[in-house]
């Protein structure tokens, strides 16, 4: 189908972009990548009455890496991320390899995968397994509301109507981490059934020290794995401790059924992964993530 | 309302008014009609309306005309030229990598970046880059076979050539 009738506007500042938003009473939508918009006007399933297109606005480009964290602003695309990732994350590569097609990810904006708030994409998994935040600018003023925060319900995030996400910040893993990230998806560049991403710090050949697993397509919102969390940390990771984790972070999931997979499935695969990618996590201690 | 944008496909500048609603796909099938850019599911999934925005592969029907002012896009009109086919069409009609042909210009469109970044791809790589584009012909195998071809084409006639 086509998209119905909407009006556009390109505000060239931040304030203008809020104030468009503003007046249109929560009818408006915001435009970065339009990767996830556009399908959804395409399918009618979307009807805003006005566009607002953020990607003439100065300074929602930036890629800005400290040594603990990694800002992303609203207009960089995933590519970008992705040439990023090259020489700096193999985490990040491995995450963004999953997500949709090149072509997808040479419109598709982090910022906007995030809060589109899909709950079997890649991105917001990984956000809440790095406790992120984001940045979100609006009428009263700019504010962050972390990865935990964020997430409500399918497509629906704690974000006003009237604000714009204008970044996305990841706490990048300690040094010496190690990360596992494992899906199950029916092709290659689909949604997860399932899937998991980990973040294991240990101290040398010790216990871990700190523990972080998320799960994708396992509920309405992304999920971190709470229970293996408290069970692996201050702990030594054994396979046998790394198994009891995944399956007690797994037994607290409530995935839906639908067409594609059985909750049931959903909730023994979801164990299977958080097992492998604690496991893979492990291996990779010391490496670098 | 309709806005003014101003654009170069395949070489070519356009000036034309446009509905904010109409996607990129529509714009160069309708008002330029370069009906070689196919649109299968309009929404993003089957690859098939692929272009080159400034080089590098898009959906046509994920972008609105208005995102494209100012840009500059390549359509499989642009690929071949003025005599015969590029190396990437050859291919495709040595290796009998299409059967009905309504998924070719995406796959190619694609195909052109993707040599680009990989020069020397391995059948997986092939295999996850048409992940992204549905054919509901081939089986995909010949697919592959024609692109391996004419990576080694572009490989032995030098760089430049897949830009």
């Known amino acids: ?289 | 309302m309709t806005r003014k944008i101003r654009l170069t496909v395949n070489g070519q500048e356009h000036e034309r008014a446009v509905e904010p609603r109409t996607t990129l796909a529509d714009f160069l099938r309708e008002d330029l009609e370069l009906t070689g850019t196919h649109v299968g599911c309009e929404h993003g999934v089957c690859g098939a309306c692929t272009v080159l925005l400034d080089d590098e592969p898009v959906r046509s029907c994920l972008m609105l005309a208005v995102q494209a002012d100012s840009r500059r896009i390549t359509t499989i009109e642009g690929v071949a030229p003025a005599e015969g086919l590029d190396p990437i069409q050859e291919a495709f009609w040595a290796k009998h990598g299409l059967q009905c042909g309504y998924c070719t210009p995406g796959i190619i469109m694609s195909a052109r970046a993707f040599l680009r970044e990989h020069p020397t791809p391995s059948a997986e790589d092939i295999r996850e880059m048409l992940a992204g584009h549905l054919c509901r012909c081939t089986g995909y195998h010949f697919i592959v076979e024609a692109i391996e071809a004419a990576a080694q084409a572009l490989r032995s006639s030098g760089p430049g050539r897949a830009s």
């Open chain 1, 1 to 289: 189908m086509k998209p119905a009738p909407f009006e556009y506007v390109a505000p060239a500042t931040l304030d203008d972009a809020v104030g468009a938003l503003a007046g249109e009473g929560g009818d408006a939508k915001v435009l970065a990548g339009g990767q996830s918009l556009i399908p959804m006007l395409a399918l009618r399933l979307a009807r805003p009455t006005l566009l607002v297109d953020i990607n003439h606005i100065a300074g929602l480009d930036g890629l800005r890496e400290s040594a603990a964290a990694l800002e992303v602003g609203a207009l960089v695309r995933q590519r970008d991320l992705e040439r990023w990732a090259a020489s700096r994350s193999s985490l990040f590569t491995e995450v963004l390899r999953h997500v949709a097609h090149p072509p997808i990810r040479n419109r598709g904006t982090v910022v906007g995968n995030v809060v589109h708030a899909d709950p079997a994409s890649e991105l917001p998994a990984l956000l809440l397994c790095l406790e992120g935040v984001v940045v979100a600018r609006g009428p009263r003023g700019e504010r962050t509301v972390t990865a935990d925060q964020l997430y409500r319900a399918p497509l629906t995030t704690s974000l006003a109507a009237d604000e714009v996400a204008t970044s996305v910040r990841f706490t990048l893993p300690p040094a010496g981490a190690g990360w596992g990230f494992a899906e199950v998806s029916r092709r290659h560049g689909d949604f997860a059934l399932v899937g998991a991403v980990a973040v294991l710090a240990r101290d040398a050949g010790g216990p871990v020290s700190r523990a972080r697993l998320a799960f994708l397509g396992a509920g309405g919102t992304p999920v971190r794995g709470v229970a293996a969390e408290r069970i692996l940390e201050g702990n030594e990771p054994t396979p046998a401790r790394l198994g009891e984790a995944a399956r007690a972070a797994a037994a607290a999931l409530s995935p839906d059924d639908d067409i594609h997979a059985t909750a049931t499935y959903r909730r023994r695969v979801a164990a299977t992964l958080a097992q492998r990618t604690l496991a893979a996590a492990l291996a990779r201690c010391g490496s670098g993530a």
